[in-house]
């Protein structure tokens, strides 16, 4: 069976290149590098560079970057390194209803130490309402977390606003990019943001390794103590394999970034609208939104989406119900929740996310196998409401 992968926004597979650049580093330059000798030295030249690469693809300095195991990791340590090495100015932080688990678990933390958390609302397409946002500002907020562009929906957010908004009041922005480093443009300035996770496994990078970057000035908690990696900040035997894989990936995804996101648009809205045209009921989430080229969210009124999800499957089409860890659970998703949808049309919805690799013939054919799997279902009564 020809199998298609449409669930880029959970992972994607390494680059030719990317492995490539990353061979070397497992069995051939593999020393240590915080050790002194000539081993050593040039795993440290290897790791170095993949810093300075990954701070001139964002626009920051070097020592602004710093590595970690992924995106979860950096939105973990962003939220609480920041909240709490802040907490003399103040202990209250808010952060956007539609963020991924990372932000919102790291939040519960905080505010299970004391932390006062405010949830910022979005509209019925996703996007941060921005008046709103600037009503929850208060004289002790000491951080802003709001996400470029959402995992499960794609809206991308108003983040020049919002810098515009808090970082003239000493408030700390910090802007989750995992989803938006591989398609949109990155810039660290542009808009001015003071904190930012990437993970290399959403655009042709290894999994396993992300980093934070974190503007100079910024007072930051360290993440693991216990050795002088990553400036003393996250102690830890450099995992040089890895971040030369996420350098090579980001530098790939810089060069490409305009032609990549013209054909993800291409793919996503062909598939879209013949999924419009073909499944009665579907709607087009975020429709009135600016998105991400590789996402297409529907929901499919009266239709289960995890047996949409089966089925496609079954077929050869793999598809998500949003979030990758909150597939399978019963509790429909906080990001449709929180865009107004009830709970019924929210457990109809489901993601497709296309990626460089995928082909004009490829979204034609998922489409067709979707409306084929839609009108079975239906004719089944395959209705939950
Ligand atoms: N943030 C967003 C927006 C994501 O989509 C994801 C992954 O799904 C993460 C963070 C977590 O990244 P990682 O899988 O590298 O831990």
């Known amino acids: 069976m020809e199998r298609i992968y449409l669930d880029h ?3 994607t597979p390494v680059r030719g290149e990317v492995l490539q650049a ?10 240590n590098a915080n050790s002194l000798h000539w081993f050593g030295r040039r795993a440290a030249c290897a790791a170095d560079d993949a810093r300075d690469g990954v701070a001139a693809c964002l626009g920051a300095k070097s020592s602004e970057v710093y590595f970690t195991s992924g995106g979860t990791e950096a939105d973990n340590w962003a939220l609480c390194g920041a909240a709490r090495a802040n907490a003399a100015k103040g202990r209250h932080i808010v952060v956007s209803a539609i963020e991924h688990a990372a932000v919102l678990a790291a939040a519960k933390q ?40 959402n995992n499960e929906v794609g809206t991308l957010q108003p983040v020049s606003e919002i810098s515009a908004l808090v ?41 396993g390794v992300g980093a934070l970057y974190v503007r100079s000035g910024v007072k930051m908690g360290k993440l693991v103590a216990g050795g002088h990696q990553e400036r003393g900040m996250r102690g830890g035997t450099t995992n040089v394999p890895a971040v030369v894989g996420l350098c090579a990936a980001l530098r790939l995804v810089r060069e490409e970034q305009a032609q990549t996101a013209a054909h993800l648009a ?47 499957d079954l077929a050869g089409v793999a598809a998500s119900a949003g979030a990758a860890c909150s597939s399978g659970s019963l509790e429909p998703s906080h990001v449709l929740r929180a865009m107004g949808m009830c709970d019924a049309v ?24 979707l409306i084929g799997i839609a009108a079975r279902l239906r004719a089944r009564g395959g209705d939950h409401a």
């Open 110 to 149: 905080l505010e299970a130490e004391g932390f006062e958390v405010a949830y910022a609302p979005v509209d019925a397409d996703g996007r941060v309402d921005l008046s709103r946002l600037e009503a929850l500002l208060r004289p002790d907020t000491t951080l802003v977390a709001v996400m470029a562009a």
């Open 266 to 312: 291409a793919l996503r809205d062909a598939f879209a609208a013949r999924v419009l045209q073909g499944v009665p009921g579907a709607a087009l989430t975020a429709a009135g939104a600016e998105r991400l080229p590789g996402i297409a969210h529907f929901t499919f009124g009266g239709l289960d989406g995890e047996a949409l999800l089966y089925s496609l």
């Open 9 to 11: 926004a959970a992972t």
């Open 22 to 31: 990353m061979l070397p580093y497992f069995s051939e330059i593999y020393g």
């Open 167 to 207: 970082r003239p009041r000493g408030i700390l922005l910090f802007c989750d990019a995992v989803q938006a480093a591989g398609v949109l443009p990155l810039d660290v300035n542009a808009p001015a943001v003071d904190l930012l996770s990437l993970s290399a496994h959403k655009f042709g990078g290894p999994k």
């Open 346 to 369: 929210a457990r109809s919805g489901v993601r497709f996310s296309f990626g460089r690799e995928n082909t004009a013939e490829e979204a034609e054919r998922a489409a067709e196998l």
